[in-house]
């Protein structure tokens, strides 16, 4: 999951203006030594347990999906530059290019959440950048187990024959 969560991200800031390597790891981002920079770091996953089930009809079988879990996963995404008005601008079109949600390679929903930016400076940031903005993004999804029926066979009674 947090591959597609730091792939669609990647995407987006690519969309948005993000020319160089969107990083993944803050080691990476650390040995950076350009002022242009995009980041997409997973920083939390949280679980809850729940019992959800879904029964539904895929072809002839009966599919029961069950949701054993909650997830959340928090992605940090950070856009860094050395013009205010240019990261402002890449921050402003990556926020219109997100989605509600996502599907993940099984057809479940995941559910994204903007949450609260952080500006920083120069001075209060390990980026050569001259302004850089860090914004967590949450994705709610969840871990399934998918149990099929047996088909039905209805009861057949065989007449012998006198």
């Not at 948005?16 to 002022?35: D, R, S, Y």
Request: charged share 35%; proline share 2%.
């Amino acid at each position: 999951m947090i591959e597609i969560y730091q792939d669609y991200i990647e995407k987006k800031l690519k969309e948005a203006g993000i020319k160089t390597k969107v990083f993944q790891t803050m080691k990476e981002l650390k040995t950076f030594t350009g002022a242009h920079v995009g980041a997409a770091i997973v920083d939390k996953d949280r679980f809850q347990r729940e019992k959800k089930n879904k029964v539904y009809q895929v072809n002839d079988s009966t599919v029961k999906r069950i949701k054993k879990l909650s997830r959340e996963t928090t992605v940090n995404v950070i856009i860094g530059e050395f013009e205010t008005s240019k990261c402002d601008e890449i921050f402003a079109r990556f926020l219109s290019l997100i989605d509600k949600g996502i599907y993940d390679t099984e057809g479940n929903y995941i559910a994204i959440e903007i949450e609260e930016a952080d500006w920083v400076d120069k001075e209060d940031s390990i980026l050569q950048s001259k302004i850089a903005v860090q914004l967590p993004i949450t994705f709610y999804g969840g871990i399934y187990q998918d149990v099929t029926y047996k088909p039905f066979v209805p009861d057949i009674t065989i007449k012998e024959e006198e």
